[in-house]
């Protein structure tokens, strides 16, 4: 298992890259992609048009940035089960303090913000100075958030978003030719991509990827694993926050939102190539992951299959990911 | 390693292909909606029924619609009576199935209101109350946990499911003190009273016949249902079904959203992507308003819509002028379990199976609920009756 070796120069990281995306466990979920786009257009030609595409966009925007968050935890080794919950939470946060006032819109986000890392640093050092497995942090996190939300707000959400909070999410730059609107959601998303892609190239981004390889190895040359993972795991619930920034936008609040959002993320993160254990897969390849999800549940709606179907096929995908990138992995270690 | 990474892409691609094949195939026009109602949750006699009641007029004060009841038989409750001492600031226990949607939150907060209107008169005193939190294991043993202690004077229970809370609801009974049911029922008459709006059948039918009414014949209409096999829901979808396929509608089909947001935008953008929606039924008005934006996103005008008495969707009907109609699943009827209670402790006669009345909010009364709701938060329902309860307006604000 040393093909995460840290390479040095330019040339090699774009050869990993290329060689990664062509070669490795990350391949397949492009093809996927590409293939199910093909089916769907087939059936519904009108779907290949722009508008319909940056609407799909728009809606698969939020679990694209909960993918990059996951990506990071899982890649060091972890996993993080409380981002729907945390994600359920914002949003109801949101609507109780803005509650419709124009004002607060940019106070409240900074709360938010706040609230996220901090759920994201106790998970990070529950995990790695208590040494709780991740696992259980993160559940119990996801029912502290789920059960205090409740509690806070007597069982059901109360409040309203402003228009501003819902712009992000929801509007984009309107009239432009041939397109209509370009959403700000697609926008953000590909900032955050571009941003993660930075990060997993920088010093930080490699010794995470080292240390969810083997964090014995990364503790000996050096890193100090418990900052690394703590760091994933803020990396994450802040990502998180801004996908509830963007659900809330979308949708507006209703009771039920965030809820699943975890295991679509560990559902994209894995048919993305990246192996649970961590230290391997890239993050092109989760956000990959991420479109081929909501693109999947797209298809099945065009094909009329009842939304009930969603959780069986989502356990399928992350069982026969796993299977597929484990079989790979025996026959390449020896 | 290419070969088999290329087989297994090899296979996924045919297995789509297969199952767009297939599924694509005979008769997509219409896709093979089915029209006729399940069965299992359609009783064509408690339909007609429904139905029926929607023009009786109920008995009862009229602007207190929540001591109203339709065709009452009245029971008789002398062997309840408290004297002397006992009458004094009697025990009433509450075992509730949740508070885990708007509906109920707003119900529960109207009981709770009621309930401090009868301590201060000294009809009720202590008013024990547990949450199963939607758990039918954790209600059945709140139930006995009840009938253990032995001093509730009268048991309120909203039972959580029907069929599994039915063995508890007639421990209930056996313990000898009355026993009060509401919202859902169970399969079992032990209770003194079962109190109840119309019905799910009703509820639909008003949403359906609304669409019938207003569309041309021909129209596109989707309908958004929340979850498969709950009772009440099935009954309102059911009774749709009914009224649908003796239309000339064309109901494009239904999607289960779960009540979430987001999922009823995505859902409703898609349709709108293959063609025009001209109307929406809801089985519940919890996230309308989704529906509603995904309209709007899209460019295209309003359609014709049935949500519910809920304040984002009527106040987003008044804001844009929308075609609509807000069937009511009355929650006023959170009031009625505890006055009957104390009626039942006085010995005065209650009806047998107390059904409340159960209209929608029409296009005529919109503007007046919203005004009487004005400074009532957005996932608060019209007809909660407790504007006249002395801790109006603030305990609903302020939730």
Redesign the interface.
């Known amino acids: 298992m040393t093909r995460t070796a840290v390479p040095t120069a330019p040339g090699r990281i774009a050869r990993e890259a290329v060689s990664r995306l062509v070669g490795g466990g990350s391949g397949t979920v492009f093809a996927l992609l590409i293939l199910i786009f093909a089916v769907i257009f087939a059936i519904n030609p009108s779907f290949a048009q722009p508008p319909s595409m940056l609407a799909f966009a728009k809606q698969a925007a939020p679990l694209v940035i909960l993918a990059v968050g996951q990506y990071f935890v899982i890649v060091s080794g972890e996993l993080d089960l409380s981002v729907g919950s945390l994600v359920g939470a914002q949003v109801v946060i949101a609507a109780k303090l803005i509650d419709g006032e124009e004002s607060r819109t940019v106070p409240v986000i900074l709360l938010m913000i706040a609230f996220g890392a901090l759920v994201g640093l106790v998970n990070g050092l529950v995990t790695t100075v208590l040494r709780v497995p991740s696992i259980i942090t993160t559940l119990g996190t996801m029912l502290v958030l789920y059960g205090a939300i409740r509690l806070w707000t007597g069982g059901a959400p109360t409040g309203a978003l402003s228009e501003a909070f819902r712009r992000p999410g929801r509007g984009g730059i309107e009239d432009l030719p041939v397109i209509g609107q370009l959403p700000w959601a697609l926008l953000i998303a590909l900032a955050v991509g571009a941003a993660a892609l930075a990060l997993t190239r920088s010093p930080y981004g490699r010794t995470l990827i080292a240390t969810g390889d083997n964090d014995t190895a990364a503790a000996f040359s050096g890193a100090r694993v418990w900052r690394v993972r703590t760091t994933a795991f803020v990396l994450s619930s802040l990502l998180a926050t801004a996908a509830s920034i963007l659900i809330g936008g979308f949708a507006g609040v209703t009771a039920q939102v965030g809820d699943g959002l975890e295991f679509m993320a560990i559902t994209a993160v894995v048919l993305g190539g990246v192996v649970l254990g961590g230290g391997r897969g890239t993050v092109i390849a989760a956000m990959a992951g991420a479109l081929t999800v909501e693109a999947l549940f797209t298809l099945f709606n065009q094909l009329f299959l009842p939304s009930t179907i969603q959780p069986t096929v989502q356990g399928l995908i992350i069982i026969a990911a796993v299977g597929y990138a484990a079989r790979q992995r025996s026959t390449r270690s020896p | 390693?290419r070969i088999p990474?290329a087989l297994?892409?090899g296979g996924?691609?045919m297995s789509?292909?297969l199952?767009?094949c297939t599924?694509?195939d005979p008769d997509s026009a219409d896709?093979g909606q089915e029209l006729t109602p399940d069965e299992e949750w359609f009783d064509a006699e408690e339909y007609e029924n429904q139905l029926a009641q929607r023009d009786i007029e109920p008995e009862g004060p009229e602007d207190e619609p929540w001591l109203q009841a339709i065709e009452p038989e009245m029971a008789d409750t002398s062997e309840y009576k408290l004297e002397g001492e006992d009458a004094e600031e009697p025990t009433v226990c509450f075992s509730n199935a949740?508070?885990?949607?708007?509906w109920?939150?707003t119900g529960?907060i109207t009981m709770q209101q009621q309930v401090e209107v009868l301590q201060e008169s000294g009809d009720i005193g202590e008013f024990r109350v547990s949450d199963a939190a939607d758990d039918d294991n954790q209600q059945i043993s709140d139930i006995q946990a009840f009938v253990d202690a032995g001093d509730c004077e009268a048991i309120i229970i909203s039972p959580s499911t029907t069929a599994t809370l039915t063995p508890a609801v007639e421990a209930a009974c056996e313990s000898g003190a009355p026993v009060i049911v509401f919202d859902r029922g169970v399969n079992t008459d032990c209770m003194v009273t079962f109190i109840h709006p119309i019905g799910g059948y009703a509820y639909g039918a008003d949403a359906a016949e609304f669409l019938v009414e207003e569309l041309e014949p021909g129209s596109t209409v989707l309908a958004l249902r929340i979850l498969?096999g709950v009772d009440v829901l099935e009954h309102r979808w059911a009774a749709a079904q009914q009224v649908f396929g003796d239309s000339e509608l064309d109901v494009l089909?239904f999607?289960?959203?779960?009540?979430?947001?987001?999922?009823?935008?995505?859902?409703v953008?898609?349709h709108l992507?293959?063609g025009d929606v001209d109307g929406i039924w809801m089985d519940a008005g919890?996230?309308a308003?989704?529906a509603l934006?995904a309209f709007e996103?899209?460019?295209k005008p309003y359609p014709v819509i049935s949500g519910e008495d809920e304040l984002?969707f009527m106040r987003k009907w008044q804001e844009e002028d929308i075609t609509a109609i807000a069937p009511v699943y009355s929650n006023f009827q959170w009031r009625t379990p505890v006055l009957a209670a104390s009626q039942i402790l006085n010995g005065e006669e209650v009806p047998q199976e107390w059904v409340l009345p159960q209209q929608p909010v029409t296009e005529a009364e919109l503007d007046d609920y919203l005004e009487r709701n004005a400074d009532m938060?957005?996932?608060h329902y019209a007809k909660f009756g407790g504007e006249d309860l002395p801790g109006f307006p603030d305990a609903w604000q302020d939730?």
């Open positions: 390693m990474r297994l892409a996924a691609a789509l292909l199952t767009a599924t694509d896709a949740s508070v885990s949607n708007p109920r939150v529960w498969p089909g999607e289960f959203t779960e009540g979430d947001g987001a999922q009823i935008k995505d859902l953008t898609q992507q293959r919890d996230g308003v989704a934006e996103d899209a460019g984002s938060p957005s996932l939730r």
